[in-house]
């Protein structure tokens, strides 16, 4: 009898990444729109279902899901698992769920092993135990938090700009340059339409590779930006280790692909470990194995 074809979703406030495996031989991966638990119902949810499936080159017979904002036993999660199994054309009983806090943990740790410091479109620190509930601090949306993630480095950026236009001042130097080669302009009616045209964090935390790049040319504001961002992330785990005691801490995400902002991270907390897995290739093994 054929292996399954077994999907691994990796969703995101910014992207969604996912790969298709048979066994251990990936046939494909990419990545589709943004989505999450909020999103799902929503019509930009329901379009980025569609793309995932559109794009995939066969059918997924088993899938897993990992995604932001789930709150696992509830029941809005058993309805979510039923309409992410719909858009799959598959039953519930074939599709995986689970946080993409729990997801990002499994591919770095074993339960009760350490701390994940997850740095994305938001933030989070995040300690797994053997038995009872996770410890965590941060993870509050970026209405209200998720300080040293994507969005909250975009934000800071974006209000640097606007601090100058409020003073009736140009902004200038790399970061400057930077923003305005992202948003096409530093004026306030252009960069309005830059946030404001796209919902939720997505469009602030476009503007942190622009902060990254100002940093790798030398801009003092850039790299006090990626500065405060790392104390943030320092502050996220030491909150839980006051929980947990001082466990072994990992900091991962798509943020932390910035150089000038891992070296910051690793200066204020010299302990702590950088490092990526492929959390969509974790969700495609927990896919396959789905009974």
């Not at 790049?213 to 990626?226: I, S």
Request: hydrophobic content about 45%; aromatic content about 4%; some cysteine.
């Amino acid at each position: 009898m054929p292996l399954p074809v077994c999907l691994g979703v990796d969703a995101g406030g910014s992207s969604t990444k996912w790969v298709l495996m048979q066994g251990q031989t990936v046939l494909a991966r990419g990545q589709a729109p943004a989505l999450t638990a909020a999103l799902v119902h929503t019509p930009a949810g329901k379009a980025a279902l569609r793309a995932q499936r559109s794009s995939l080159p066969v059918t997924a017979q088993r899938a897993h899901f990992g995604l932001p904002g789930l709150s696992a036993g509830t029941p809005q999660a058993g309805q979510l698992r039923q309409e992410l199994a719909a858009s799959l054309g598959l039953g519930p009983e074939a599709v995986g769920l689970e946080s993409d806090l729990d997801l990002a943990y499994s591919a770095h740790f074993a339960p009760g092993e350490g701390i994940l410091v997850y740095a994305g479109t938001g933030s989070m620190a995040y300690h797994l135990p053997v038995s009872g509930e996770p410890v965590r601090a941060g993870g509050r949306g970026y209405r209200i938090g998720d300080e040293g993630g994507g969005a909250s480095i975009g934000r800071a950026a974006l209000h640097w700009v606007t601090d100058f236009l409020d003073r009736g001042e140009e902004p200038h130097g790399p970061l400057a340059a930077e923003v305005a080669k992202l948003t096409g302009g530093l004026d306030w009616p252009t960069l309005r339409a830059f946030v404001y045209g796209t919902p939720g964090a997505r469009s602030l935390a476009l503007v942190a590779p622009a902060v990254t790049c100002a940093a790798q040319l030398g801009d003092p504001q850039a790299l006090q930006l990626l500065r405060e961002a790392a104390c943030a992330l320092v502050r996220l785990t030491k909150n839980v280790q006051l929980q947990t005691g001082p466990l072994p801490a990992k900091a991962t995400g798509g943020a932390l692909q910035s150089a000038p902002l891992q070296q910051a991270l690793q200066q204020q907390l010299p302990t702590i470990q950088i490092a990526f897995a492929d959390h969509a290739w974790t969700a495609a093994g927990k896919a396959a194995r789905t009974t």
